[in-house]
T-cell receptor, first 115, second 113 residues
Framework: DTGVSQDPRHKITKRGQNVTFRCDPI?????LYWYRQTLGQGPEFLTY????????KSRLLSDRFSAERPKGSFSTLEIQRTEQGDSAMYLC?????????????FGPGTRLTVL | GNSVTQMEGPVTLSEEAFLTINCTYT??????LFWYVQYPGEGLQLLLK?????DKGSNKGFEATYRKETTSFHLEKGSVQVSDSAVYFC????????????FGGGTRVLVKP
């Protein structure tokens, strides 16, 4: 049983650079979520997809952030012109939409450090 | 909007002690409630969940009951082990909001032998 995978696990970049993260969900899951977790805090919702459609974006997701899920499989999250405040753990989760209470399974996360 | 409040840590216990982590929520509808756990160096794992009022979720000796009247979902374990040392997150989701999770701030638990 393959879980949710994320790549890379760690990324160090300089302020102003662009970065892209990838998430591969559990294969039969049609929903994919992105969250951001800063040190000592709970994860905060960024955006989610049902199949290839992006259905909601949080106000946290500024116009420097963009996410895609082509063909409803893997997803990418890109941050343009990174800022030090973008330093965080970026978490991906997937679920099979069943109605209420569907369980989200999380990947190990990508830790971003912006210098 | 939705929110989750849980007791701040760290909580330090001796092995075999009783653990309670309080969690209360605010929601506009009828949420499902979850406890996730994050062990050192690992990702978030679902510990247990409850989808309607009075449901009890349980797993690995942990229990939590969905109390609609007090908007609470407190986590309990009768006898903790060193291996239960982790950060515990209470969360809710609503079907009408795409089932996205709203998390509390997390409670770090340290169990000493």
């Amino acid at each position: 049983d393959t879980g949710v995978s994320q790549d890379p696990r760690h990324k160090i970049t300089k302020r102003g650079q662009n970065v892209t993260f990838r998430c591969d969900p559990i294969s039969e899951h049609n929903r994919l979520y992105w969250y951001r977790q800063t040190l000592g805090q709970g994860p905060e919702f960024l955006t989610y997809f049902q199949n290839e459609a992006q259905l909601e974006k949080s106000r946290l997701l500024s116009d420097r952030f963009s996410a895609e899920r082509p063909k409803g499989s893997f997803s990418t999250l890109e941050i343009q012109r990174t800022e030090q405040g973008d330093s965080a753990m970026y978490l991906c989760a997937s679920s099979q939409r069943l109605g209420g209470g569907d369980t989200q399974y999380f990947g190990p996360g990508t830790r971003l450090t912006v210098l | 909007g939705n929110s989750v409040t849980q007791m701040e840590g760290p909580v330090t216990l001796s092995e075999e002690a009783f653990l309670t982590i309080n969690c209360t929520y605010t929601a506009t509808g009828y949420p499902s409630l979850f406890w996730y756990v994050q062990y050192p160096g690992e990702g978030l794992q679902l510990l247990l969940k409850a989808t309607k009022a009075d449901d009890k979720g349980s797993n690995k000796g942990f229990e939590a009951t969905y109390r609609k009247e007090t908007t609470s979902f407190h986590l309990e374990k009768g006898s903790v082990q060193v291996s239960d040392s982790a950060v515990y997150f209470c969360a809710l989701s609503e079907k009408t909001a795409g089932n996205k999770l709203t998390f509390g701030g997390g409670t770090r638990v340290l169990v000493k032998p």
